[in-house]
């Protein structure tokens, strides 16, 4: 079983950047797909980003590509999503999660997903 742990939320303005990051553990990684997902208040869980263990593969949903960056660092079984030019409405809880599925293609949908952390808080005041 994999473990995520997400981290780096927090309470900022519209404007400036935060880095959140998500460390897995608990399994070998080499076959996984990661992904990040987002829920406002009121809202489903949405799609942001997702990224192979590999990374020779990366997706953004629309509404964030060109401001945010998926990233990893595989010595370090972490995932990283930099988000930049933070807007009101990126205001939710971010969550990591993780496939460890063979053949899959991304973006996968959430139900594509096994393991999940339990999310971070990100605030953007306007």
């Known amino acids: 079983q994999v473990q995520l742990v997400e981290s780096g939320g927090g309470v900022v303005q519209a404007g400036v950047s935060l880095r959140l990051s998500c460390a897995a553990s608990?399994?070998?990684?080499?076959?996984?797909?990661m992904g990040w997902f987002r829920q406002a208040p009121g809202k489903e869980r949405e799609f942001v980003a997702a990224?192979?263990?590999?990374?020779?593969?990366?997706s953004l949903e629309d509404s964030v590509k060109g401001r945010f960056t998926i990233s990893k660092d595989n010595a370090k079984n972490t995932v990283y999503l930099q988000m930049n030019s933070l807007k009101s409405e990126d205001t939710a809880v971010y969550y990591c999660?993780?496939?460890?599925?063979?053949?899959?293609?991304?973006?996968?949908?959430?139900?594509?997903?096994?393991?999940w952390g339990q999310g971070t808080q990100v605030t953007v005041s306007s």
């Open positions: 999660a993780a496939s460890n599925r063979k053949g899959v293609v991304i973006p996968l949908p959430r139900t594509g997903y096994d393991y």
């Open positions: 990224i192979t263990w590999s990374g020779a593969i990366t």
């Open positions: 608990g399994r070998t990684l080499s076959s996984l797909v």
